[in-house]
């Protein structure tokens, strides 16, 4: 009696910590993969999304964007003001719940 009641107990515990170990390997995996070294394609993909991120800082806005880029821009928020009002549109609206 007392044996079964013990592999009973120990089943239970296998189990959780199956879930558990699983759960963990999981998540490690995902922490080796950033910490490995990169293959050359992914870190130059990465490497020109910073340079883009620096370039775009700098140039506050689009990056070697010309006046033709402006003017459809603009015009595309003139359309947009006028088909749902006023307010700046290119930032994200303000919600106020009381």
């Keep these: 009696m ?10 239970l515990f296998h189990s ?3 879930v ?6 999981g998540l490690s995996a995902i922490v080796f993969n ?3 070294e990169l ?5 130059l993909f990465l490497d020109k999304i910073r ?7 700098q140039a506050g806005g689009p ?9 459809d821009m603009n015009e595309s928020l003139a359309r947009l003001q006028r088909a ?5 549109l290119t930032k994200f609206p303000d919600f106020k719940f009381e």
């Design 2 to 11: 007392i044996l079964r009641q013990i592999l009973r107990l120990s089943s």
């Design 16 to 18: 959780a910590v199956s």
């Design 20 to 25: 558990h170990l699983r759960r963990n390997i």
């Design 34 to 36: 950033k910490t490995k």
């Design 39 to 43: 293959d050359p394609v992914q870190k």
């Design 51 to 57: 340079e883009y991120n620096t370039k775009s800082k």
């Design 63 to 71: 990056v070697d964007a010309g006046p033709d880029f402006q003017k």
């Design 84 to 88: 749902y009002g006023e307010g700046d």
